[in-house]
């Protein structure tokens, strides 16, 4: 099982970016993906999670300026977001709670993005 982050960079508060991440070895339609952050010296804290169904669930502090989405013909995971500030620099990852054969569930994580919003 992968997951592959890309799309992270350095934006300017008020940008934008869009964070996608692509999945492999599971059967993804079947599966909630979230989007997980950590800044600095904090501990990580979800930021958006996607069902297999497609509904969405987002932190506080994203809410109104991210939006996640998926296309499980690409097995891909998207973020975008939109109106960025400083507060939201921090590594994203991509992250999914996958069974296993024995239906034992294992979290699994990309190797993250990180996004830094600064002038």
């Known amino acids: 099982i992968q997951l592959v982050e890309s799309g992270g960079g350095l934006v300017q508060p008020g940008g934008s970016l869009r964070l996608s991440c692509v999945a492999s070895g599971f059967t993804f339609d079947e599966y909630a993906m979230s989007w997980v952050r950590q800044a600095p010296g904090k501990q990580r804290e979800l930021a958006a999670r996607i069902t297999s169904g497609g509904s969405t669930n987002y932190a506080d502090s994203v809410k109104g300026r991210f939006t996640i989405s998926r296309d499980n013909a690409k097995n891909t995971v998207y973020l975008q977001m939109n109106s960025l500030k400083p507060e939201d620099t921090a590594v994203y990852y991509c992250?999914?709670?996958?069974?296993?054969?024995?239906?034992?569930?294992?979290?699994?994580w990309g190797q993250g993005t990180q996004v830094t919003v600064s002038t």
């Open positions: 992250n999914g709670n996958i069974r296993d054969v024995f239906l034992r569930s294992h979290d699994y």
